[in-house]
């Protein structure tokens, strides 16, 4: 998983008590008294913050359903940011915070039991070289930009894709070297937009949550819900990406997997639910959560195009617990 940020990063609202959308619905989460005025270091914190718990939820995601995923690939697990990604008014915060520099890419978050976890990397590395190859730290820029540090994770992408590497890393006054043995994972980076609008989406690439819809989710259980339907989008074949291998991803054949009657998002959430119990979330949680989140936006308590009203969604995924817990109490997988 890697940090994207566009320029929009300087717009990061501080996230309080939200309101939140389903897949591919969007509302505002100033509706819900949002306060959009906060020094730029605490913005700079509430974004980081956010991102390393939407990394932690993702890796697990990612690593337990390999075997369903039709993209897949050679994970660290790590969450990379870099300082050109930033604005003017947030970089020299996350400079210091971070000790970022250039487009040399950082680490943001080392989720536990990640293969850089388990390789000794901590959260504020800085990459300098893999395999002996130097990463590339650019040009200093006014504006934030990707580009640069993109180059970059590709890099360390393609290599990961060959087996283990051995990545050289500053950490503080010292240069250091550790080898990482990837684990293998859905090749999906999980990617939290700085926004105001509670919306989730995955697009055949990446997952997609914004800062108000994650923010709004109470334990890493609810998260793992919201993230879980829109992997479930992936490994139903929802969406397609047929450029994986010139990003250190490989296709896969996938089992055949149970359909479900009521569209597509219908079937991501019975799917996504798996998904979620499959890497040790309390997928229970799920009915209890969309009543939550449907009493509380009402956009979501009627139907909307593809997407089942809130009480709807809930009554299913009562049905599909049902089906994991008997799943489990015989000794079954659970492969939806």
């Known amino acids: 998983m890697n940090r994207r940020s566009p320029a929009s990063v300087a717009a990061l609202l501080i996230l309080a008590a939200t309101a939140l959308s389903g897949c591919g619905s969007s509302g505002s989460a100033q509706e819900a008294g949002l306060e959009i005025a906060a020094p730029a270091e ?3 914190i509430a974004l980081t913050d956010l991102d390393q ?4 939820v993702g890796h697990r995601l990612a690593v337990a359903n390999a075997a369903l995923c039709p993209a897949v690939r050679n994970s660290a697990g790590w969450l990379l940011h870099a300082a050109s990604q930033y604005s003017a008014e947030l970089r020299p915060h996350a400079e210091s915070r971070f000790g970022l520099d250039g487009d040399l890419p950082g680490l943001l978050a080392v ?4 293969a850089a976890d388990l390789a000794g990397l901590r959260r504020g590395d800085l990459l300098l070289r893999v395999n002996g190859e130097a990463l590339t730290r650019g040009v200093d820029r006014r504006t934030a930009a990707f580009e640069g540090v993109e ?3 590709r890099k360390l992408d393609l290599a990961l894709a060959e087996g283990p590497v051995e990545v050289t890393f500053r950490r503080g006054d010292a240069e250091l070297t550790a080898r990482i043995t990837p684990q293998r994972a859905c090749g999906y980076d999980v990617q939290l937009d700085p926004s105001d609008e509670l ?4 697009d055949g690439k990446r997952l997609y949550i914004t800062t108000a819809m994650a923010g709004f989710t109470a334990t890493d259980d609810e998260l ?3 993230l879980g339907h829109e992997l479930a989008h ?3 074949g929802h969406r397609g990406w047929h450029e994986a291998e010139t990003r250190g991803r490989q296709t896969q054949t996938v089992p055949a997997l149970s359909e479900t009657a009521g569209g597509t998002e219908r079937q991501a959430d019975r799917v996504g639910l798996y998904l979620a119990a499959r890497a040790g979330f309390d997928s229970s949680i799920a009915p209890a959560f969309w009543r939550r989140f449907g009493a509380y936006n009402w956009r979501v308590r009627y139907p909307q195009w593809n997407h089942p009203s809130a009480e709807a969604r809930a009554r299913a995924l009562e049905d599909v617990q049902a089906e994991i817990s008997a799943r489990r109490a015989s000794g079954q997988p659970l492969v939806p």
């Open 53 to 56: 718990r939407v990394a932690r």
């Open 42 to 44: 605490q913005r700079l």
């Open 224 to 226: 793992a819900v919201v």
């Open 151 to 153: 180059v970059n994770i």
């Open 111 to 114: 989720p536990e039991g990640s």
């Open 234 to 236: 992936h490994v139903l």
């Open 199 to 202: 919306n989730a989406r995955a």
